[in-house]
């Protein structure tokens, strides 16, 4: 672990060190938070962005309904600190992890994503096996073209078969509009989430009208919380990015300026080799960059990171020569925090620039 104390100011944390700053960490929990309290729709957070327990608390201190989990991995870090509500939006298909996913709902309400038959007898053989009730929800492709069946007559007929069986409960449906949440333009946005959460809503009332009740629907992320969080017939929403951000969503309009950038990363400079030419000890190990290079600020310019190797990140640039030395600590925003937080141990808590916590990201690697 990291040698910094807690109430050391910020340049003593060794680096690279990835940083939350607990004011803009709780305004954005607060703000998501109170945009719910008068929806019908419940804010059931993410935590595969922070993947820390003890951000995840936060959110359900709050209001939030429960937690939304990728991995079953994950999932089980969440119940082991003592979050009993979690939806698995993704599929859990080997037969270990099934028993994994039974086990874990003997003490806590499990909810999985399935979109194929196979799955739902899997997950009911285990379930019958262990003599537990796991919840189940029909994911719907609504036009991500990721996992899920189509709208419509093929989640109607998986939800059939879920109703048959005697340990797995059907509760409802999912469906993520991924491919609209990052949408820079809001109208246009808000166009196309509309589009695909209206096939959403039209399976469930296909469904409620063929005498099944669809008691969740779930979907949306940070881009679309709050189209999705005011659609009509949307119960919960799956936003997790907005609690630390990233450089990427801080570029997407009305949430950029909603949300404060709360997540860097603490560089040094280790290397000088030229007056337009600085190198950092963070590299591709310790921050990503699929979704661009990461960005920082001089002299309040804002720069990309020239590029990235394992262990190197270069700033090409004649600012890089002005008051950058051998030994200064720089900070990062990471353009995708999801990727780049599951790369690091702990998250350190600063509050006006003192370490107030070092928490672990208990489920970062947990990609079973
Ligand atoms: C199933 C699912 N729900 C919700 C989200 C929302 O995440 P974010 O808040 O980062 O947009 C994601 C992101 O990948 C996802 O895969």
Same mark, same amino acid.
């Not at 609504?142 to 996992?147: A, F, H, S, V």
């Not at 949440?181 to 333009?185: A, P």
């Not at 280790?270 to 337009?276: L, N, Q, T």
């Given at each position: 672990m990291n040698p910094c104390e807690i109430g050391c100011p910020k340049s003593h944390v060794d680096t690279p060190a990835l940083l939350v700053d607990l004011d803009a960490l709780e305004y954005n929990i607060k703000k998501m938070a109170a945009f719910f309290k008068d929806k019908e729709a419940r804010l059931r957070p993410h935590?595969?962005?922070?993947?820390t327990p003890a951000i995840a608390l936060k959110q359900l201190k709050e209001g939030a309904v429960g937690v939304t989990c990728q991995k079953i991995s994950e999932a089980e870090v969440m119940a082991r600190a003592g979050i009993r509500d979690i939806l698995i939006a993704n599929q859990v298909v080997s037969k270990k992890k099934i028993i994994r996913l039974a086990e874990l709902a003997r003490d806590n309400a499990i909810k999985v994503a399935v979109d194929s038959s196979q799955n739902i007898e899997d997950i009911s053989e285990a379930a019958t096996a262990k003599k537990v009730t796991i919840g189940v929800v029909v994911e719907v492709d609504? #036009? !991500?073209?990721?996992?899920g069946v189509p709208p419509g007559e093929p989640a109607l007929d998986l939800a059939l078969e879920v109703e048959r069986k005697r340990y797995v409960k059907f509760v409802g449906l999912m469906g993520y509009e991924g491919h609209t +949440?990052?949408? @820079? @333009?809001y109208p246009q946005r808000k166009d196309e989430a509309s589009k695909a959460l209206r096939l959403l809503v039209d399976t469930k009332k296909f469904i409620e009208e063929k005498g099944v009740r669809c008691t969740v629907v779930s979907a949306g992320g940070t881009g679309t919380y709050d189209i999705a969080g005011s659609f009509p017939g949307v119960t919960e929403v799956q936003a997790g990015?907005?609690?630390? !951000?990233d450089a990427k969503y801080g570029s997407v309009e009305g949430i950029g300026g909603t949300f404060k950038q709360a997540l860097s990363l603490l560089a040094t400079i280790? @290397?000088?080799? @030229?007056?337009?030419r600085v190198v950092i000890d963070t590299g591709m190990k310790a921050i990503s960059h699929e979704f661009g290079m990461p960005v920082l600020e001089i002299n309040n310019r804002r720069l990309e990171l020239s590029s990235l190797a394992e262990e190197h990140g270069i700033i090409r640039h004649p600012?890089?020569?002005? #008051?950058?030395? +051998? #030994?200064d600590v720089i900070e990062l925003i990471p353009t995708h925090g999801c990727t780049t937080i599951n790369l690091h141990d702990y998250l350190y808590g600063l509050r006006k620039g003192i370490v107030e916590c070092v928490w672990p990201i208990s489920a970062r690697g947990k990609f079973h």
């Open positions: 935590v595969k962005t922070h993947k609504i #036009g !991500m073209n990721r996992c +949440v990052t949408i @820079s @333009s990015s907005y609690a630390t !951000m280790i @290397s000088k080799p @030229s007056e337009d600012l890089a020569a002005k #008051g950058m030395n +051998v #030994g």
